[in-house]
């Protein structure tokens, strides 16, 4: 296969992205690489604090399958030893600390999704945890890496800066935060770092660390950040406006099509790779009517993870349900047996029921989801979030337009 031009790979490389810094020295680093044969290392960070992939995840994770297709290699650093303190990028508050068995319970599961986008062969990716050097370091080493930045250059972080100013406690050891990550690139002798938005501020602290190591600074890709599925805020797990990377192919397409019109092109452009020509043509309403912009938008996501077929296969079922303004039930709908230790004459607590079922992720989320209405129990409107119900084997409970399961009333 004959390998693009460095102005066409520069074209594929900077499509979406929020930032480069610098573009011309990545234009340098890919005419090295070519010259010598030798492949750019591509590093991405991910801390497993939670155990599911989002699709807002993989924005940074398909930037890094486009230099895998160049020829390059990714460097997929599982931050184990990080997750023990969390990103405070973008947090009002001290995240808690994570025990080890969570993380590498989380560790395993994002590596078995991000296979989904990246290549995961020897010769395309390289897996490191950061507790390979981060667990070894002594406390002097500690001191001289801490020696490398100041405090207001760490006080300058826009989520420090808000904390302070607030008069939010910041601990300690969340100032290492960005330095441990910023090592991590050092260790690894990355020529290129990828994050999103939320990231440029430990991503260029890497840069600085490599300056002081004797390295070549790397180069850093800043992704924007996918908004969720209300169109405004990020795409989060915990505010419930998610899709999951491992969700079947009809709750996909149904969650996509429920996106507001306006963050169509963010889609398009960070989790497709349909060309900008037709991404305009299919944004234009008096060429394209907006239904069918999703539809081709929702097809091209589930057959990236699903197969083509999926993805057809999700259309007519999402019409066979919604469509002529009836509301029918899917063809197959999977059981979930209540526990008789859930139900007490009868009767089962909203809250606990959507949890159980797996509706909601937590109490808050079904709360949350019951003041919306959007839980329904044989086609009826579930009650206030205090509020109980009488439920029986074979009825049907509901979240929104998309997910159905039968009930199964089980014995203590």
Not at 213 to 229: E, R, T
């Amino acid at each position: 296969m004959t390998t693009p031009s460095i102005d066409k790979q520069l074209g594929v490389l900077a499509r979406g992205c929020d930032a480069i810094y610098a573009i011309e020295e990545l234009r340098f680093r890919l005419e090295q690489s070519a010259r010598t044969g030798k492949p750019l290392r591509v590093k991405l960070g991910m801390d497993p604090t939670a155990p599911d992939l989002t699709l807002g995840h993989t924005v940074v994770l398909r930037k890094m399958r486009e230099f895998q297709d160049l020829g390059h290699k990714g460097v997929l650093i599982i931050g184990d030893y990080t997750a023990m303190i969390g990103d405070p990028t973008g947090r009002s508050k001290t995240r808690p600390v994570l025990g080890d068995d969570e993380v590498q319970a989380n560790a395993q599961t994002y590596l078995d999704q991000a296979g989904k986008v990246i290549e995961t062969s020897p010769e395309k990716l390289e897996v490191r945890r950061n507790s390979e050097w981060l667990s070894r370091m002594n406390f002097a080493e500690v001191l001289a890496m801490a020696g490398k930045v100041t405090v207001a250059r760490m006080l300058e972080r826009d989520t420090f800066a808000k904390r302070q100013s607030e008069g939010i406690e910041i601990y300690m050891h969340e100032l290492f935060y960005p330095m441990m990550q910023a090592r991590d690139s050092v260790m690894i002798e990355a020529d290129v770092e990828l994050g999103g938005t939320d990231q440029t501020f430990n991503n260029l602290m890497g840069r600085d660390f490599q300056r002081n190591a004797g390295q070549p600074p790397q180069i850093v890709i800043i992704m924007p950040i996918l908004v969720g599925l209300d169109g405004h805020e990020k795409m989060s797990k915990s505010l419930g406006n998610y899709v999951g990377v491992s969700e079947s192919p009809t709750d996909m397409f149904g969650k996509l099509m429920s996106i507001p019109d306006k963050a169509m092109r963010n889609y398009f452009e960070l989790l497709t790779h349909v060309p900008v020509s037709r991404i305009i043509e299919l944004l234009d309403t008096t060429k394209t009517h907006p239904r069918d912009a999703k539809i081709e938008l929702a097809k091209d996501i589930i057959g990236q993870y699903h197969g083509p077929e999926a993805g057809e296969q999700a259309k007519a079922e999402f019409f066979r349900i919604h469509g002529a303004g009836k509301a029918g039930l899917p063809d197959e709908i999977d059981e979930v047996e209540v526990p008789g230790t859930l139900v007490v004459d009868g009767a089962v607590s909203v809250v606990d029921l959507l949890v159980h079922c797996r509706f909601a992720g937590s109490k808050s989320e079904a709360r949350r989801l019951l003041k919306e209405k959007g839980a329904r129990l044989d086609g009826e409107v579930l009650p206030d979030p205090q509020g109980t119900v009488q439920i029986k084997s074979g009825q049907v409970l509901q979240r929104g337009k998309r997910r159905f399961v039968r009930l199964v009333i089980g014995s203590e």
